[in-house]
């Protein structure tokens, strides 16, 4: 015996964009299967280098300019990655395992949505986060 389907829901992303009022606070705006969750994102300035070794990560820029390093400093030169420049509407899907880092110009602001399977914590493997956190706001349903 089934259960009764579960009435969709619209959520508009420009109104739940104008709710964000943190940076690098991920915002749950929906889930799809159970298994993975599409997040909303206010960013500015750098966010910090991590990987994600289980799972590939895709960006989609809503609004603003983000750049997604490749390249870390310091790092062996054998990383032929580029640097990954996106404007609003370009996505980019960067895969497992590879270490990344979202950076937007300082003082310019940026939106973002990102899907990835659920319970995936925004700042990968990093040991250091700088405080950030994966706050994840619930803004449907």
């Not at 889930?31 to 300035?45: E, H, L, Q, T, W």
């Not at 899907?115 to 914590?121: A, D, F, L, T, Y």
Request: glycine share 8%; charged share 20%; hydrophobic share 35%.
């Amino acid at each position: 015996m089934s259960s009764a389907p579960k009435q969709p829901t619209k959520v508009s992303i420009p109104d739940s964009l104008n709710r964000i009022t943190n940076h690098w606070s991920p915002n749950l705006v929906a889930s799809i299967n159970d298994s993975y969750d599409v997040k909303i994102v206010k960013v500015s300035g750098d966010f910090v280098w991590h990987s994600h070794p289980d799972t590939d990560e895709f960006f989609y820029v809503l609004a603003g300019n983000l750049t997604i390093k490749l390249r870390e400093p310091g790092q062996d030169e054998s990383n032929q990655l580029e640097d990954v420049f996106l404007a609003t509407g370009e996505l980019t899907v960067i895969p497992k395992g590879v270490r990344h880092c979202p950076v937007i110009v300082p003082g310019e602001e940026c939106a973002i949505m990102v899907i990835e399977p659920s319970g995936v914590v925004n700042t990968g493997d990093a040991t250091d986060t700088g405080g950030l956190k994966n706050a994840t706001n619930i803004l449907y349903g």
